[in-house]
């Protein structure tokens, strides 16, 4: 897997695998993992970062949910009013 050099400081090296991912290395070339690399790729805006549950819910399925409901009850009305 090909690594390519991104960014290089006296700290650390960010490297953009293959795979389209990013690497961190630190100053004596062990990988960072975890939340200290999230914090680096953050800081040098390569990622970012969302919390889930955070997306906005679709208001269309819930119209729809409701205007299912309503059909029914309609139905049942015109039924009724036949029936009388």
Do not use: C, H
């Amino acid at each position: 897997m090909a690594m390519n050099l991104i960014k290089k400081t006296g700290e650390y090296k960010i490297f953009k695998r293959g795979d389209e991912r990013f690497a961190v290395q630190d100053a004596t070339g062990k990988p960072v993992n975890g939340e200290e690399k999230v914090n680096i790729l953050l800081a040098e805006e390569l990622i970012k970062v969302t919390l889930p549950g955070a997306e906005p819910e679709e208001e269309a399925p819930a119209e729809e949910s409701s205007a299912e409901e309503e059909v029914p009850a309609e139905a049942a009305d015109e039924e009724e009013a036949t029936d009388a």
